[in-house]
């Protein structure tokens, strides 16, 4: 499952929903690789049906050489560098990632908390996703409150403007 860093999503491949707006440029190219936790929940407004929910994402951020610069978790969705600096941001777009796969997405940063790698951020997309969808597991009454965790990679690029 695992992608080379030096494989990251070129613009060409993003579909034009996940595109960031003219005026910013790449700032940081990661791979993120950890775990999606699922929680089984009653179906908002529906009341005798059950789903699985996203309830949080666990991944280390690593760039192109394979290092570690970052972590992603949650909730809130926070990517965090290694420098201590981190943002939250607002989902803006999704567009399917494939059979399998989580969707592409693309999210508005909020303000960087602290001073390093993240301030400045304006834009993170996710982009080619591989795994991460939810479990197919039984999800009912018996077991409401259950977590599950699936695999998932992502690549993650953090843009600035210019």
């Known amino acids: 499952m695992a992608t080379q860093p030096d494989q990251m999503a070129s613009a060409s491949m993003v579909p034009e929903t996940m595109q960031v707006p003219p005026g910013h440029k790449v700032a940081l190219e990661t791979v993120g690789m950890g775990l999606i936790t699922y929680e089984c929940r009653v179906k908002k407004d529906m009341a005798g049906a059950y789903e699985w929910a996203f ?39 999704v567009a399917p990632g494939g059979a399998g796969n989580i969707p592409l997405q693309l999210v508005q940063a909020n303000p960087a908390m602290g001073q390093g790698a993240m301030t400045g951020v304006t834009y993170i997309q996710r982009l080619k996703t591989q795994g991460g969808v939810a479990p197919t597991a039984d999800c009912g009454a018996p077991n409401v409150g259950a977590k599950l965790t699936v695999n998932y990679q992502a690549d993650y690029i953090f843009w600035k403007a210019v």
């Open 55 to 93: 309830a949080g994402p666990d991944a280390k951020l690593m760039d192109r050489s394979g290092k570690q610069v970052g972590k992603y978790y949650g909730p809130p969705a926070t990517w965090e560098a290694v420098d201590g600096s981190r943002i939250t941001g607002k989902q803006i777009a």
